[in-house]
């Protein structure tokens, strides 16, 4: 009875997630012009950029090392995926739907989007911990050690904590 009381919020959930997502999107073309703050729009686009990135690169890196079986979602892995993207952040796409939703507002620069936008942005930040929930749930120990390596959305801190990670692998192989 608990997970379908559970199935049925995290569908609501989702319902309303996407149609607020839908009139961001219409309301983003509707003003699209409407804001006049030029450094604004530039880091609104600059977040529109990221937010491809970290939105198109987890499909192929799921795929390509997830162990997806055949005819399934790249999103039913069956092994823990930590490379590439997975390197920086947990949770690109959603980190993809938060940048997005954030360029909307930066670019538009109305209220109406900015609005709509904050219970995008709640959403999507609150359902990276069910993620990492569920993670743990899949994976177990594996994943709670992932976790402590790569942040949830930080891709700062993730890129960061990917460089120093090379150079010391680089600065031990140099001594070996």
């Known amino acids: ?15 309303i997630l996407t149609v607020l997502i839908i009139v961001q999107i219409v309301l983003f ?3 699209f012009n409407y804001g006049k703050i030029l ?3 530039y ?15 987890p ?7 997830g162990k997806v079986l055949k005819g399934k979602s790249y999103v039913h892995t069956t092994e823990l995926v930590t490379s590439g993207v997975y390197s920086i952040v947990r949770h690109p796409q959603f980190l993809a739907g938060i940048l997005l939703s ?12 900015l609005i709509l936008g904050i219970p995008v942005i709640t959403i999507l930040y609150k359902d990276m911990f069910n993620a990492d929930k569920s993670g743990i749930k899949k994976f177990g120990d594996d994943y709670k050690r992932y976790m402590e390596r790569v942040p949830r959305m930080n891709f700062f801190a ?3 904590q990917l460089i120093k990670h090379k150079n010391s692998i680089n600065e031990k192989n140099e001594k070996d």
């Open 102 to 113: 954030l360029a909307f507002i930066l670019i538009s620069q109305h209220w109406s989007i």
């Open 59 to 65: 499909i192929y890196e799921l795929k390509k090392e």
């Open 1 to 15: 009875m608990e997970n379908w009381k559970k199935d049925k919020k995290m569908l609501f959930e989702m319902i």
């Open 39 to 41: 450094p604004l729009k």
């Open 29 to 31: 073309i509707i003003f």
């Open 158 to 160: 993730g890129l960061i």
């Open 43 to 57: 880091i609104g686009y600059f977040c529109w950029v990221l937010s491809a990135i970290f939105g198109w690169l």
